[in-house]
């Protein structure tokens, strides 16, 4: 009964959460950190805390590769140079910052550089909420930041926690080769599962089928990389960011329409309970502490994460101009970002999942048998950064107001670029295809007529004052009111035992997809 009981708090959790979060202006991830503070005071809740294998090894790649299928590679090439500075050079200044705030706070260097590692990498759940409220190129090096800067702060963990235990020799050549089989072993095992992925869906026909195999395609990245002791977030990112070129040719329409909701339903699910379980171990690890007291431990939170966001804003604030005079050229000048937008990029350092399930992860003795040195500390100190840092989202609308982020019309313009575009290849080749498929001339002239209204509908971009956008409007809201009363109708003649609900869901599946169509051609305000 107490894993049901979980569930359903869990869930009252995210609908209370996600309510209030639409009527007020504070971030969802928040709420649900509260909430999971909340949750901790119940005995059962602390006690019941998942391990931290199954947040690395479940969670993260389903998280991980729907960011990746949902990024825009494109916008990632163009700013390769600023996402791989970001996911390697800064990674390590921030583990080698952190490390010397927490060794002269008190923890040895094994240690230290183990909460660093753990504290390094930004968290590409909580960047995925801005993608409303920004730029596309501003969100796409976040997302791209955020996704690959975890493959380099899990090496530098498992080595940090290799060398404290005893397991691992810190040696230059050890070092380098750990980091070549990471990156290189992590790429290898995206690309090769990502390969297998595409032509086993490519050869099937049953949508339901497809879709598992895309379930299964991140873990069976992650689980080849872990064989091979590469990456595997970067496994599962190849592999998503490969996929996400390729499905297109492969995946039917029916198999996306079971595909795209159950992943944006379970992505909100995962990401939301890991809020929620930062909140419950923020708890336990108050009430755990041991090893200092708790003034020293809340001062030690607030050096760390000082730490953690100044080192971001330094980079920020730093490396733009060194990149300026290396490169001068015209094409470099034209990406310049202004300094003012950049606060946004400073401000959006969040930490998360990641940094929670590595410190959680720290083993509880050494190799002598010995207790691990201030992992009860970590733990809270983790806690804490990832708490404070969450704040920053409340910051977030004044900054992007400081910021003065110019308008980002560019998808809405590319979108209506790809409807002219493919509207006019449909009616160029409607003659053609009628022809192959020896339609009728009353249907060749029904068709003509829809295209040329879609296409007319297009060139008008929604002006509200076009004629044929207002005839269109109202011909949607016409038709929209008829469905619903074709669904009274329906639940009218299942009530009355005059038809089975058999018969009744299968005709309601048809109503339900015209009026999905409808609304998704005329979104609701």
């Known amino acids: 009964m107490f894993g049901l009981e979980i569930v359903v708090m869990l869930g009252l959790a995210l609908v209370v959460c996600g309510l209030f979060a639409r009527r007020y202006p504070i971030a969802p991830a928040i ?30 790649p389903a998280l991980l590769y729907w960011e990746s299928l949902t990024t825009s590679l494109r916008e990632i090439r163009n700013n390769l140079r600023v996402v791989v500075l970001t996911s ?57 930041e955020s996704l690959i800067n975890d493959g380099t702060a899990l090496v530098l963990y498992g080595l940090a926690v290799g060398v404290t235990v005893g397991q691992e020799d810190l040696t230059g050549w050890h070092v380098t080769w750990l980091l070549v089989l990471a990156y290189c072993g992590g790429v290898l095992a995206g690309a090769l599962i990502g390969l297998v992925s595409w032509q086993v869906r490519r050869r099937m026909d049953d949508p339901m089928l497809e879709a598992i195999a895309m379930l299964v395609t991140p873990f069976a990245a992650f689980l080849l990389a872990d064989v091979l002791h590469a990456s595997g977030v970067l496994a599962v990112v190849v592999c998503g960011l490969f996929m996400s070129q390729v499905a297109p040719r492969i995946t039917g329409a029916v198999t996306r329409q079971i595909a795209i909701p159950f992943w ?13 379980l930062v909140g419950v171990s923020a708890q336990s690890a108050v009430r755990g502490l041991s090893s200092a007291s708790m003034m020293r431990a809340l001062g030690d939170v607030l050096v760390v994460t000082a730490v953690v966001i100044g080192v971001r804003w330094a980079w920020i604030y730093t490396t733009p101009y060194l ?13 310049r970002v202004p300094a003012r ?8 350092g969040f930490r998360g999942a990641v940094s929670l399930a590595a410190i959680l992860a720290v083993p509880h003795a050494l190799d002598s048998g010995a207790p691990f040195p201030g992992r009860d500390l970590m733990v809270l100190i983790t806690c804490g950064v990832i708490l404070l840092t969450l704040l920053q989202a409340l910051l977030l609308p004044s900054v992007v107001r400081f910021a003065r982020l110019p308008a980002d019309t560019s998808v809405d313009e590319e979108v209506q670029y790809a409807d002219e575009y493919t509207l006019d290849v449909a009616i160029e080749a409607l003659e053609n295809t009628a022809s192959e498929l020896d339609s009728d001339e009353m249907v ?22 076009n004629p044929a956008v207002q005839h269109d409007d109202q011909y949607t809201s016409l038709l929209l009111a008829l469905i619903g009363r074709r669904r009274e109708a329906l639940l009218e003649l299942r009530d009355a035992q005059r038809i089975d609900d058999i018969a009744l869901r299968r005709v ?18």
């Open 264 to 276: 944006a339903l379970s992505t909100t699910v995962l990401s939301s309970a890991l809020f929620v």
């Open 323 to 335: 990149i300026r005079l290396l490169d001068r050229r015209p094409a470099q000048r034209l990406r």
């Open 88 to 144: 390697t050079a800064l990674v390590f200044a921030t583990a080698a910052a952190v490390a010397g705030a927490a060794h002269w706070l008190g923890l040895g260097w094994g240690p230290a550089w183990v909460l660093g590692a753990a504290l390094a990498p930004t968290d590409a759940t909580a960047v995925g909420v801005l993608a409303r409220d920004l730029p596309r190129r501003t969100v796409t090096v976040l997302r791209a």
């Open 508 to 525: 309601q599946a048809g109503l339900d997809a015209d009026e999905v169509r409808l609304l998704r051609a005329h979104p609701l305000e």
């Open 31 to 60: 709420l649900l950190v509260l909430v999971g503070v909340l949750l901790g005071f119940w005995p059962h809740v602390r006690q019941a805390q998942l391990p931290p294998e199954v947040v690395l090894l479940l969670f993260l």
């Open 444 to 465: 060749i002239e029904r068709v003509r007529r829809e295209l040329d209204k879609q296409r007319r509908l297009v060139a008008a971009a929604g002006a509200q004052d």
């Open 341 to 348: 937008q950049r606060m946004v990029s400073a401000v959006a």
